[in-house]
Nanobody, 129 residues
Framework: QVHVMESGGGSVQAGGSLRLSCEVS????????LGWFRQAPGKEREGVAI????????YYADSVKGRFAISEEKVKKTLYLEMNNLKPGDTAMYYC??????????????????????WGQGTRVAVSP
């Protein structure tokens, strides 16, 4: 069973920065598609960023482009989300996902979240005005 665990959330003022981390228990999972998602209170889950480690491609939601950066360190089995110039609208529970099924393409379409097998419990981010 693959385990995924996020950390690094917290409370910041608008314009601030946070770095989220996601530890994955299985090394092999790091080679496939990895992603960050978020869900704000009363809203549906939305995709934030996707990375295809084998080719280094990244994909972002329009709302975070230019402010967020996804990266990974396979040796450490860790996925990161660097978040800069945070806005109150970024307030949400952030989830890490891994293990996209091979029936799905690791591209911008993976921002839907469909096909990811392993999800963490989430880490909370709160941005005040």
């Amino acid at each position: 069973q693959v385990h995924v665990m996020e950390s690094g959330g917290g409370s910041v003022q608008a314009g601030g920065s946070l770095r989220l981390s996601c530890e994955v228990s299985e090394y092999s999972v790091m080679s496939r598609c990895l992603g960050w998602f978020r869900q704000a209170p009363g809203k549906e889950r939305e995709g934030v960023a996707i990375i295809a480690p084998s080719v280094g491609s990244t994909y972002y939601a329009d709302s975070v482009k230019g402010r967020f950066a996804i990266s990974e360190e396979k040796v450490k089995k860790t996925l990161y989300l660097e978040m800069n110039n945070l806005k109150p609208g970024d307030t949400a529970m952030y989830y890490c996902a891994a293990g996209l099924t091979y029936a799905r393409s690791c591209s911008g379409t993976a921002l839907s979240g469909a096909g990811f097998l392993y999800w963490g419990q989430g880490t909370r981010v709160a941005v005040s005005p």
